[in-house]
């Protein structure tokens, strides 16, 4: 019988697929662990849970969930529209923000083009690029972030797009605005620059950005956010770009009519609104970040300084400390695919679940 992996395109072929967090039930089965005693501190998730708005708008929806969402996500649109003072025009909504990262990807790219991203960025900006079979082109990071003039420099004839994420994931390193401006002055008009700002929200005042700004200056930059971060979303898959009109059409020429639900539709222009809640996560991210890193600190580690709501530690033999803390119940994530191979990602949890997760770090390196 013939393998009929073998008609699939080389270099689809080729793709390591994604490997998410472990879930707190996988984790439980293997184990024999109680669901309840688990701490998962993998996946960047909002430790307060969802927004009481958001939850209320979702009861709403749920009797309408036998007909199809709205298309358009108009609701949806005008509230991001209202928040950030752009036009519907220029928004394009996706099932999280991988989803428009690999919108705007099939919109620009095509088999043979270049898109150049740094060493230690997300990995789904190789992996859309793999799928649609564009080479990419990866820079060296310099302290663990993304070195801009590397980038610059990397930049060819057959360069379309350029993936930046600020702040960073894993490493949570930050660009400072006038850098990041400058650079988007010196690229080249039909290079398209993909600007990632999934976890802006949990910047400083003075830090968040600027780049919805800078879209009717640049032509050719593309902003997405998510609403699964900060806004305790991460369940129901909502994200969104923002670009100029003409190029926001293009890629809404790719996207499925329906990629988003009716429920997450509802509850994502509700959260938007819900000032209160994004203040309170962040009050508590900003306090879990310092017990955390003052906690690995006293255990005598090393840390990359983060502006995101997870911190990367350095260990030795981070995979065997990996494993020995899911016997212990807690779930982290090893970043060895991100060439980080002596560094733990940890997510900011509750206070209690950074306490547990720093007592079991501490007995796992005293061999407890």
């Not at 976890?199 to 400083?204: G, N």
């Not at 429920?263 to 962040?282: C, N, Y």
Request: hydrophobic content about 45%; overall charge negative; proline content about 5%.
């Amino acid at each position: 019988m013939k393998n009929l992996t073998q008609i699939v395109p080389s270099h689809v072929r080729g793709i390591a697929p994604y490997q998410p967090g472990k879930p707190i039930s996988e984790l439980a089965r293997e184990m024999g662990l109680e669901e309840g005693s688990i701490v998962k501190l993998a996946s960047n998730e909002n430790p307060l849970g969802v927004s009481p708005k958001a939850l209320a708008a979702m009861a709403a929806t749920l009797q309408d969930i036998a007909r199809y969402p709205d298309g358009n996500g108009f609701v949806l649109k005008d509230a991001i529209s209202r928040k950030y003072g752009i036009a519907q025009s220029q928004i394009v909504l996706g099932n999280g923000s991988n989803d428009v990262l690999e919108l705007a990807a099939r919109a620009f790219l095509s088999p043979g083009t270049e898109v150049v991203f740094s060493q230690h960025a997300f990995a789904v900006y190789p992996l859309v690029t793999q799928a649609i079979g564009a080479v990419g082109v990866m820079t060296p990071a310099k302290n663990y972030g993304h070195d801009l003039d590397a980038m610059l420099a990397a930049i060819t004839q057959n360069t379309r797009m350029i993936f930046v994420a600020n702040p960073n994931n894993p490493t949570g390193t930050w660009i400072d605005k006038q850098a990041l401006h400058a650079f988007l002055s010196k690229v080249p008009n039909d290079v398209m620059v993909v600007l990632d700002e999934a976890y802006d929200e949990y910047l400083p005042d003075d830090l968040k950005s600027e780049a919805i700004g800078w879209i009717a200056e640049f032509d050719n930059l593309i902003l997405t956010r998510t609403l699964s971060k900060a806004y305790g979303l991460a369940g129901l898959r909502v994200g969104f770009l923002v670009a100029n009109a003409a190029v926001a059409d293009m890629i809404n020429r790719v996207r499925q009519p329906f990629n988003v639900n009716n429920v997450a539709l509802a509850a994502a222009a509700a959260v938007l609104d819900d000032e209160d809640f994004v203040r309170r996560t962040r009050e508590l991210n900003d306090a879990g970040m310092k017990q955390l890193t003052e906690g690995v600190a006293r255990l005598g580690l090393e840390y990359i300084p983060s502006y995101g709501n997870f911190v990367c530690v350095r260990v030795e033999n981070a995979m065997e400390v990996y494993r020995k803390l899911l016997q212990k119940g807690v779930i982290v994530r090893p970043v060895g695919n991100y060439e980080l191979p002596d560094f733990l990602r940890v997510s900011i949890g509750l206070e209690s679940e950074n306490a547990r997760f720093l007592q079991a770090l501490e007995e796992v390196l005293q061999g407890r």
